[in-house]
């Protein structure tokens, strides 16, 4: 198993806006293409490949996304770049 770090210094929240319904689908489906486990509903838990993060959704527009855990050899950037590009992708964009 990886060793993961712990970010106690804490990785900066991700916030997504004009999240709808559909895209928070989308965004869930990409997260478990890439091998993330997600909590079921509108808030929880994002978990796989050495990453931890919470995550909550309003149920209308606004996604956060807080990484709690990360591979020590995976920077902060990388993951939250990484759910930008899903978050782009299922807007079309």
Request: proline share 2%.
């Amino acid at each position: 198993m990886a060793e993961r770090k712990l970010d106690t210094e804490g990785c900066q929240g991700i916030k997504f806006r004009n999240v709808t319904p559909e895209v928070f689908s989308c965004i869930n489906k990409k997260f478990q293409s890439y091998g993330l486990e997600v909590s079921s509903g509108n808030s929880g838990v994002l978990k796989g490949n050495g990453i931890v993060a919470h995550f909550s959704w309003d149920g209308e527009a606004n996604l956060s996304i807080e990484i709690k855990e990360r591979p020590l050899d995976t920077y902060c950037g990388q993951v939250s770049g990484k759910f930008r590009a899903f978050w782009r992708e299922c807007q079309g964009l």
